[in-house]
């Protein structure tokens, strides 16, 4: 993993997890919609400019759907600039061009998948339930990505899921996200019929995902496919 530092933003190359994470701190929409985060296999292009007369160095993902792009480039998402750091600018490029290659050339079809609040047409992915996505790396849920190996999904039902995720939060203060969120405590009312995925991820967050029964068979299919790579 690579972090790198420029002024008030924060970039973090995961290979592993094939991401790379935006963290923009100044204030404005790019703080609002931090942390960014980029699946390599969404990246069409990375745009490297140098230091001239007046404009800093920068560097710049372009998205093949273009999501979070701004011709300026301090207002793009997935943009940093900086005057003291042309090295680690040249190895971010760098970085994000080899990643972005590599998925490009063993990409399979491409799914429109759930990421930062859009959808974007990423390669490489295997499955999808709900808010949960699967690649060969990584576990991506509603755009922040987990790391396969280490976590364990399971097939629920309803009541199930209630439970499992009560135990879960006595246990250990796991945090829980997704619709079983809402099924704790009397929240809501039981919602037979439905199928619910639940995955522990690696971090220790418990993901969710709901579907009908009629998904039974895709739940279950996502389910195995978690559980075998990680």
């Given at each position: 993993?690579?972090?790198?530092?420029?002024?008030?933003?924060?970039v973090v190359?995961?290979?592993g997890?094939?991401?790379?994470?935006?963290?923009?701190?100044?204030?404005?929409?790019?703080?609002?919609?931090s942390?960014?985060?980029v699946?390599t296999?969404?990246?069409?292009s990375?745009?490297?400019k140098?230091?001239?007369?007046?404009?800093?160095?920068?560097?710049?993902?372009?998205?093949?759907?273009r999501?979070?792009?701004h011709?300026?480039?301090?207002?793009?998402?997935?943009?940093v600039?900086?005057?003291?750091?042309?090295?680690?600018?040249?190895?971010l490029?760098?970085?994000?061009?080899?990643?972005?290659?590599a998925?490009q050339?063993?990409?399979?079809?491409?799914?429109?998948?759930?990421?930062?609040?859009?959808?974007?047409?990423?390669?490489?992915i295997l499955d999808?339930?709900?808010?949960?996505?699967l690649?060969?790396?990584?576990?991506?849920?509603?755009?922040?990505?987990c790391r396969?190996?280490?976590?364990?999904?399971?097939?629920v039902?309803?009541?199930?899921?209630?439970?499992r995720?009560?135990?879960t939060?006595?246990?250990?203060?796991a945090?829980?996200?997704g619709?079983?969120?809402?099924?704790?405590?009397?929240m809501?009312?039981?919602?037979?019929?439905?199928?619910?995925?639940m995955?522990?991820a690696?971090?220790g967050r418990?993901?969710?995902?709901?579907?009908?029964?009629?998904d039974?068979?895709k739940?279950?299919?996502?389910?195995?496919?978690?559980?075998a790579?990680s």
């Amino acid at each position: 993993m690579h972090t790198f530092e420029f002024g008030k933003s924060t970039v973090v190359v995961d290979p592993g997890a094939r991401t790379i994470t935006f963290n923009h701190s100044e204030f404005g929409p790019r703080k609002a919609n931090s942390p960014w985060v980029v699946p390599t296999g969404a990246i069409e292009s990375v745009e490297h400019k140098k230091k001239a007369f007046m404009s800093p160095a920068g560097v710049r993902l372009m998205l093949k759907d273009r999501s979070g792009y701004h011709p300026v480039w301090t207002d793009d998402m997935s943009a940093v600039v900086g005057k003291r750091h042309p090295d680690e600018l040249a190895q971010l490029a760098e970085l994000a061009e080899q990643m972005a290659a590599a998925d490009q050339s063993a990409a399979s079809p491409e799914l429109r998948v759930p990421l930062n609040g859009q959808f974007m047409s990423v390669p490489g992915i295997l499955d999808v339930f709900g808010d949960i996505v699967l690649d060969e790396h990584a576990i991506y849920f509603q755009g922040r990505a987990c790391r396969l190996e280490g976590s364990h999904a399971e097939l629920v039902d309803a009541n199930a899921a209630r439970s499992r995720v009560t135990a879960t939060r006595v246990a250990a203060g796991a945090v829980i996200a997704g619709p079983v969120g809402a099924l704790v405590g009397g929240m809501a009312k039981k919602k037979t019929g439905e199928v619910y995925v639940m995955v522990t991820a690696s971090d220790g967050r418990v993901l969710s995902a709901s579907g009908k029964g009629s998904d039974l068979a895709k739940a279950a299919e996502i389910v195995a496919k978690i559980n075998a790579r990680s």
